[in-house]
T-cell receptor, first 112, second 110 residues
């Protein structure tokens, strides 16, 4: 079974603090995505990680991928209120039908 | 470059009815996938179409079906609607590297 686990599922943090969201997956893949979803909205692509050791940064967010450990992290630096949203990691499986398997999502609330 | 367009944005249907949702992918993208999002089950893969062929289907009953046209536009159909089909249905348009999602269709079954 293809499983993707995110933790924590809920994260309440103060502005200015740092934190990391973890994404573990059960079956090997070398392609992982991070998405952001605002309430009632669609999924906005944040990062595409395509190989082991890949690291991408955009503003206060940085994502990394370790395919050997089957682990990705999304690190938040000096959080601001505008980062409040739900964050999903999704693993792409070409050999299982070209599908994305999503984690349950992490609800992030940044308090000012 | 236009994004992924889904219509309609909102639908309210009665149990037992059927519904058709539409998705127009990004120009040049031949792969279209559909996902169902619910609070209880999260985001689940429904099916994927590529060049008018269904390449894969998720673990959903036969009431869920779809098709893709020669211009890559895709439709999904749900027959004999149940209350549990209430969800946000998202369409993804994919190139070789990335999947881009439409705004979704919010289906409410009453």
């Amino acid at each position: 079974e293809l499983k993707v686990e995110q933790n924590p599922l809920f994260l309440s943090m103060q502005e200015g603090k740092n934190y990391t969201i973890y994404c573990n997956y059960s079956t090997t893949s070398d392609r992982l995505y991070w998405y952001r979803q605002d309430p009632g909205k669609s999924l906005e692509s944040l990062f595409v990680l395509l190989s082991n050791g890949a690291v991408k940064q955009e503003g206060r967010l940085m994502a990394s991928l370790d395919t050997k450990a089957r682990l990705s992290t999304l690190h938040i630096t000096a959080a601001v209120h505008d980062l409040s949203a739900t964050y999903f990691c999704a693993v792409f499986y070409m050999e299982y039908g070209n599908k994305l398997v999503f984690g349950a999502g992490t609800i992030l609330r940044v308090k000012s | 470059k236009a994004g992924v367009t889904q219509t309609p944005r909102y639908l309210i249907k009665t149990r037992g009815q059927q519904v058709t949702l539409s998705c127009s992918p990004i120009s040049g993208h031949r792969s279209v996938s559909w996902y169902q999002q619910t609070p209880g089950q999260g985001l689940q893969f429904l099916f994927e179409y590529f060049s008018e062929t269904q390449r894969n289907k998720g673990n959903f009953p036969g009431r869920f079906s779809g098709r893709q046209f020669s211009n890559s536009r895709s439709e999904m159909n749900v027959s004999t609607l149940e209350l549990g089909d209430s969800a946000l249905y998202l369409c993804a348009s994919r190139d070789s590297l990335e999947a881009f999602f439409g705004q979704g269709t919010r289906l409410t079954v009453v």
